[in-house]
């Protein structure tokens, strides 16, 4: 065989397979065939939820105890939200500092999800080792997002705004953190710093995004409380 045309095909070869390694290494967790307040635990790690639901695919993922599955009123669940990316299910938490993911054998590059936050903001921070323990490699001050609009029929959850951030090194954990019953989250993507599905994600100023170290400062709302949280 021609040795051009040799090079020619090896190279397409590595080419897709260094396109289907990029492709398997974005993760998409959508929390959908989970329970109404069901603890995700090992739902994403070959195990089940809190109550036993199992079929989430296995990604070595696990979530802290105080991470919890809601579903939508409109679904006939306690969740006062509606319009996320992937309904009818979310992650939330009342209790504790936040929804703690771990991924033991690590994930790189990006990381990003969906959140709404009528009434008070949040943070995300990402980290190299496990339950929030390492070194801190990216933080995002989440904003207190829009609520209602197009598409939102239910609920006062509604928008949902992407966000997304990149970082450097290998990270093991991630902790979504705010006020307990004020926010929520879907489609959390690791390996890419847009959300699938979704649009690119909302800007996040510079003056808020911090990679490598502690948030600078304290941020202030005083915002008139809204009607109700995320739980009805």
């Not at 802290?64 to 579903?71: E, F, P, Q, T, V």
Request: hydrophobic share 35%.
């Amino acid at each position: 065989m021609n040795k051009t045309l040799l090079k020619t095909i090896v190279g397409f070869g590595c080419a897709l397979a260094m396109a289907s390694t990029s492709q398997a290494d974005t993760i998409s967790l959508t929390f959908e065939g989970l329970q109404d307040f069901e603890p995700i635990n090992t739902y994403y790690d070959g195990g089940s939820g809190g109550f036993g639901s199992t079929g989430g695919s296995n990604y070595g993922i696990t979530f802290g105890s105080d991470s919890l599955a809601i579903i939508s009123g409109a679904d006939g669940g306690a969740g006062n939200f509606s319009g996320s990316p992937t309904m009818p299910t979310i992650a939330f938490f009342l209790n504790g500092p936040g929804d703690v993911l771990d991924k033991a054998s690590g994930f790189a590059n990006g990381f990003s999800f969906y959140y709404s936050a009528v009434i008070y903001p949040g943070t995300v921070t990402v980290w190299s080792g496990l339950d929030g323990t390492g070194t801190q490699l990216a933080s995002l001050y989440l904003p207190v997002t829009p609520g209602g609009g197009a598409g939102c029929s239910y609920g006062s959850y509604c928008p949902w705004v992407a966000a997304g951030i990149t970082f450097q090194g290998i990270a093991e954990s991630a902790l979504f953190s705010g006020t307990a019953n004020y926010i929520g989250f879907d489609n959390i993507t690791l390996g890419s710093d847009t959300p699938t599905p979704g649009p690119t994600p909302t800007p996040i100023p510079a003056a808020v995004y911090l990679v490598g170290s502690a948030l600078a400062g304290v941020f202030g709302f005083s915002r008139r409380k809204a009607s109700s949280c995320i739980s009805a």
